[in-house]
């Protein structure tokens, strides 16, 4: 069975950080690039940042280049992401999710997705 599990989100003042994990599951991880998606209330969902397994390679939305960071961990099957300076614009339910598609936050090219983790900001 595919599971995406995340977990780290909270409530946190503006200019705080947090760092959220994504625990996978039942696909073979290599395989795959992981993506960090949010969705605020009333707004469509939105890419934040990918990491492709096989190469480590990354990309960031403009929004968030330069205050987040994507990394993993092959041999644990985990995805993280550090959120630095964060803003109350960045208050979200954040989701991580499983393409065979590199380089890309397309959400309709991600298979899998996990259940989410709630990020609050307060200004």
């Known amino acids: 069975e595919v599971q995406l599990v995340e977990s780290g989100g909270g409530l946190v003042q503006a200019g705080g950080s947090l760092r959220l994990s994504c625990a996978a599951s039942?696909?073979?991880?290599?395989?795959?690039?992981i993506g960090w998606f949010r969705q605020a209330p009333g707004k469509e969902r939105e890419g934040v940042s990918y990491?492709?397994?096989?190469?480590?390679?990354?990309g960031y939305a403009d929004s968030v280049k330069g205050r987040f960071t994507i990394s993993s961990d092959n041999a644990k099957n985990m995805v993280y992401l550090q959120l630095n300076s964060l803003k109350p614009e960045d208050t979200a339910v954040y989701y991580c999710?499983?393409?065979?598609?590199?380089?890309?936050?397309?959400?309709?090219?991600?298979?899998?997705w996990g259940q989410g983790t709630q990020v609050t900001v307060s200004s």
């Open positions: 039942g696909f073979t991880f290599d395989d795959y690039a």
């Open positions: 999710a499983a393409s065979t598609v590199t380089g890309t936050l397309l959400s309709g090219l991600y298979l899998f």
């Open positions: 990491i492709n397994s096989i190469d480590g390679s990354t």
